[in-house]
C-alpha cells in the first residue's frame, strides 16, 4: 500500500486533507462541497462578496450612507403577501435597534433566528423613526459567553470580503482561511494559456492574477476584471473543443455530393402542395449550399413552433432520394405494408428522419404521407413498439435500399439497422438526444470512409448566443416568419381557484364547433414526475396531489364537459392506440383530449383552437410554448389558458412571459433570464463545461470573443500540436472527455 509523505509538496492533484490545516475531518466536511483536491479548492469561487466598512453602534447611523453594525437578532417575522419580505430586529451592544429588511429573499426565515449574533453591511434608512437597512449583506458570528460583546474580527476600515458556498458542518469564513493558507503555494501552479499582452488588449488578467483578484479584490473593478477574465477562459475551453469537434466532423470523412440542380429542384417543389415562404427560400438555399459539397453539412434550423421546419426537411431528404446512386439494385420491391410503406419511383440514395418519441415519429410520418400522397415516394416508420415481423421486414428493405424515407425513433440506432446508402440524417427536437446518439447515427452508411449529412431541427428557438454555446459546432439557420394566414394565439394566466369557470367557457367554445387540448402533467395519481423540461433537460418531482389525465378526462366527461366527446392520450398507451385516438379527434369524433405531453410537438388539427395547461407553473416556459403551438393552425382565433398556482414571484414571471410574448425566441430570452445559462446549458450538447462565470447576460460579448479567438486558433493548430498549446490541449481533452476524443485532436 502507498502512503503519502507526511508533509507532501502542495499541488493543485495533492488530496485535500494534506493541505494546511485541514486533515481527516475537514477533508470529510470539504468533500460534501466536491473539493477533493488542493485545485478544487482553489477552484471553488466566491458566490458573493460582503463589503464591509468601519463598524459603528446604531446610534450613530445616518440615513443614506452605507454602514456596518453588529449585534443580535432579538425577533423575524416572515410577510408572505406580495412583495414577500422578512424582517428582523437587531440589537447592539449599547441596546440601540435596528430594523433589517429583505425582499424577495426565500429561506431566510429558516437561516436567521432570534439569538444568533451576525454582522450586517447596507444602506441606512429609516423605518417609522428607527433606522433601517434594506437588503443588508450578512454574516454569522461566533456566539459570544453570556454578559460580554459578541466577537468581531472586523478590522478597522473598508474592505471587500468574499462569501464562499458554505457546507453544513464548515463555513464561508473557514474555507476562506483555508484558501488564504494554500493560494501563494497552489497560484504558480495555474497554468497560463495566452502571453499577458494578448490579455492586455482585451483588458483581461493573467488568469493567475484573475484567480488572486476573484479571492482577494481590493476594489468592485477588481473583482469584475477578475471574473470576466476568468469566464473569457471558460468560454475559450469551451469553445476551443467546438472548433476541434467541427473541424473533425468536416474534414475527417468526405459525405455523398447531393446536387440539387434547377431541373431537380423543380422536381421537388412538383412534389409539395404548396409554395414555400420566402424564410423557407433563404433557408433551402443554404442548405443546397451545404448539400452539393463533399464535406458534410452539420446544420441547425431552428423555427417557431408552426414554421414550416419539417417541409424544409422533406426538401433535404428528397434531395438525397432523388440524387441517383448507381450502388442501389433495382430489383426487389419488398413487402407492401398499407400503414408503413409506400411504393417508390426514385432510386437514389437514402435520408433518415429521427424523433424522439413514437408519437412525435408518426406524426411525421403521416405528415410526409400526405404531403407525398399519390407521389411514389417510398417511405418507412421504424419504432421500437412495432411488432418483430414489421419490424424485420422494414430493416431488410432499409437495407436493401428498398426504402428511401426513414422515420424513426431511437430504433434507427439499433445494430439491426444497417442502411445501403444513407446521405443525409435529419434529428428533430435535437436537444432530446445525446451527442453520443447524434454521433451514433452519423456511423450508420454502411459503406465505409463516407458521413452522412446533418440536419438537425428545432422548435425551441434558443437565443443566438446560446445556440453559439450548446451547438456551436452547427450552422445555425431560422426561420423566423410563420405562414401566411396565422393569427396571434390569445394567452391568459389564471389562477387554479377559477378552474370550473375556465371549463364552463371551454363548454361554450365546444358547443360552437371548435376542439380543445387539456393538458396534465400527470398519468395518474402515482406518477413520479412530470416529463423533461425541452430546454433544461432535466425532471421535476411532482407531488402525488397533482391533478393527473386519468382523472380529469373523467371528471370533464362526467361534469362539465358531459355533453361532449372527451378523449384521453398519454404515453403509456401502445403506438396504435395513440395513433386511433388522434384520427379520430383530427375526424373532429372527440371533442376535446386530456392529454400529457405526448401532444406537445408534430400535432397539427386546424379545428383544435383551445389550449387548457393545468399546472401549468410546473413546466418551463419553452414547453409552455411548444405545447400552446398545438393551437392556431388554422384561419380561426385560438386560445391558451394556463391554469396554475401564482403564489410565487417566479412562478408570477413566467407565466406572464407566456402572456406577453408570443414569439419563441423572446419566450426563450425570458427563459434565459428567468433561470440563467446554468440551468439551460445542460451537458447533453456540450460536454462538462464547469462553467463557473461564463454567464451570457453578464457579458455579451464574452461569447463571441472567445468563439472568433478559439475558432482562429483551431484553423491555424487543429490538433493543439503546438508546444505553446500544451497546456490548453491537456484541459480541452480533461474537460471534455465526452465529445472530444483523442481521434479528434491526433
Known amino acids: 500500500m502507498i502512503t503519502m509523505p507526511e508533509n507532501p509538496p502542495l499541488t493543485l492533484a495533492t488530496p485535500i486533507q494534506y493541505a494546511k490545516g485541514v486533515g481527516p475531518a475537514r477533508a470529510a466536511q470539504l468533500a460534501a462541497l466536491n473539493i477533493t483536491t488542493c485545485g478544487d479548492l482553489l477552484f471553488y469561487y466566491p458566490r458573493d462578496y ?14 443614506g450612507t452605507l454602514a456596518t453594525i453588529t449585534g443580535t437578532l432579538l425577533q423575524t417575522r416572515l410577510i408572505p403577501r406580495r412583495p414577500r419580505r422578512f424582517e428582523a430586529l437587531l440589537e447592539d451592544a449599547a441596546g440601540t435597534k435596528c430594523v433589517l429588511t429583505w425582499f424577495n429573499l426565500y429561506g431566510l426565515e429558516s437561516r436567521l433566528q432570534p439569538g444568533m449574533h451576525i454582522r450586517v453591511t447596507g444602506k441606512v434608512t429609516v423605518y417609522r423613526d428607527r433606522p433601517q437597512i434594506m437588503q443588508p449583506q450578512w454574516e454569522p458570528l461566533a456566539a459570544s459567553p453570556a454578559g460580554e460583546s459578541p466577537e468581531s474580527a472586523a478590522p478597522p476600515g473598508s474592505r471587500i470580503e468574499p462569501v464562499y458556498p458554505a457546507g453544513t458542518d464548515i463555513s464561508s469564513q473557514a474555507i476562506a482561511k483555508l484558501i488564504r493558507r494554500q493560494i501563494d503555494t497552489l497560484l504558480p501552479q495555474v497554468p497560463e494559456w495566452f502571453a499577458a499582452d494578448f490579455l492586455k488588449e482585451r483588458n483581461f488578467f493573467t488568469r493567475r ?19 470576466r477574465t476568468l469566464a473569457y477562459h471558460e468560454f475559450f475551453l469551451h469553445q476551443s473543443a467546438v472548433a476541434i469537434k467541427r473541424y473533425h466532423h468536416r474534414n475527417a470523412t468526405p459525405a455523398v455530393p447531393l446536387r440539387v440542380d434547377d431541373r431537380v429542384d423543380a422536381r421537388i417543389r412538383a412534389l409539395l402542395p404548396f409554395n414555400l415562404t420566402p424564410a423557407q427560400n433563404r433557408v ?42 448507381s450502388s442501389v439494385s433495382e430489383k426487389g420491391t419488398g413487402i407492401n405494408s398499407e400503414f408503413r410503406i409506400q411504393n417508390s419511383e426514385f432510386r437514389g440514395h437514402q435520408a433518415a428522419l429521427m424523433a424522439p418519441t413514437e408519437i412525435l415519429a408518426e406524426q411525421h410520418f403521416i405528415t410526409l404521407q400526405n404531403l407525398l400522397a399519390e407521389k411514389k415516394v417510398k417511405i418507412a416508420l421504424l419504432t421500437g413498439s412495432m411488432p418483430p415481423k414489421e419490424k424485420a421486414v422494414v430493416q431488410r428493405q432499409i437495407a436493401e435500399g428498398d426504402v428511401g424515407l426513414v422515420v424513426g425513433t431511437h430504433a434507427l440506432l439499433s ?52 445556440a453559439m454555446t450548446a451547438f456551436g459546432d452547427l450552422d445555425v439557420s431560422v426561420i423566423d416568419e410563420l405562414p401566411p394566414g396565422r393569427q396571434p394565439i390569445h394567452t391568459k394566466a389564471t389562477p387554479a381557484s377559477m378552474r370550473e369557470e375556465v ?39 411532482i407531488q402525488n396531489s397533482l391533478r ?32 386511433h385516438i388522434m384520427e379520430r379527434f383530427r375526424q373532429h369524433l372527440l371533442d376535446a383530449l386530456v392529454a400529457t405531453t405526448v401532444i406537445e410537438v408534430g400535432v397539427d388539427v386546424a379545428n383544435a383552437t383551445l389550449m387548457v395547461i393545468e399546472h401549468a407553473d410546473r413546466f418551463g416556459l419553452s414547453q409552455l410554448h411548444q405545447l400552446r403551438g398545438r393551437v392556431g393552425r388554422g384561419k380561426k382565433q385560438s386560445y391558451c389558458i ?41 451537458t447533453a450538447q456540450s460536454g462538462a463545461t464547469d462553467f ?13 470573443m472567445s468563439r472568433r479567438d478559439a475558432f482562429h486558433l483551431i484553423a491555424a493548430d487543429p490538433r493543439l500540436l503546438d508546444p505553446t498549446h500544451a497546456q490548453l490541449r491537456t484541459e480541452v481533452l480533461t474537460k471534455f472527455a465526452d465529445t472530444i476524443t483523442l481521434a479528434d485532436v491526433g
Do not use: C
Request: charged letters at 25%; glycine letters at 6%; a neutral charge.
Open 642 to 682: 394556463l391554469l396554475g398556482d401564482q403564489s410565487t414571484d417566479d412562478s408570477v414571471s413566467r407565466l406572464q412571459a407566456m402572456v406577453k410574448h408570443s414569439s419563441g425566441f423572446k419566450i426563450a430570452e425570458e427563459d434565459l433570464k428567468l433561470r440563467g445559462m446554468g440551468q439551460l446549458l445542460g
Open 209 to 227: 492574477d484573475a484567480i488572486l483578484k476573484i479571492h482577494h479584490p481590493a476594489s468592485k473593478n477588481d473583482h469584475i476584471t477578475a471574473r
Open 415 to 466: 445494430e439491426n439497422v444497417q442502411f445501403k446508402s444513407l446521405a443525409l440524417v435529419v434529428i428533430d427536437e435535437q436537444h432530446k438526444f445525446g451527442v453520443e446518439q447524434r454521433s451514433a447515427i452519423r456511423t450508420k452508411p454502411a459503406h465505409s470512409g463516407i458521413t452522412p449529412h446533418i440536419l438537425v431541427m428545432t422548435a425551441t428557438p434558443i437565443p443566438r448566443t446560446l
Open 503 to 541: 371549463y364552463r367557457w371551454v363548454a361554450t367554445k365546444l358547443k360552437g364547433g371548435d376542439q380543445a387540448f387539456i393538458v396534465l402533467p400527470a398519468i395518474d395519481e402515482t406518477d413520479p414526475q412530470i416529463p423533461l423540461d425541452p430546454i433544461q433537460n432535466s425532471e421535476f418531482r
Open 692 to 704: 463557473h462565470f461564463a454567464d451570457l447576460l453578464f457579458d455579451p460579448h464574452l461569447l463571441p
Open 50 to 63: 460582503l463589503t464591509v466598512v468601519e463598524e459603528a453602534p446604531i446610534s450613530t447611523l445616518a440615513p
Open 284 to 325: 433551402i438555399e443554404s442548405i443546397r449550399k451545404d448539400l452539393a459539397g463533399s464535406k458534410p453539412m452539420n446544420r441547425l434550423l431552428q423555427g417557431d413552433v408552426g414554421s414550416g421546419k419539417t417541409v424544409v426537411a422533406l426538401y433535404a431528404m428528397l434531395a438525397a432520394v432523388a440524387t441517383k446512386n
Open 548 to 579: 393527473s389525465v386519468i382523472t380529469t378526462q373523467k371528471e370533464l366527461q362526467s361534469d362539465w364537459l358531459k355533453d361532449f366527446r372527451v378523449g384521453l392520450i398519454h404515453g403509456r398507451m401502445n403506438a396504435d392506440t395513440r395513433q
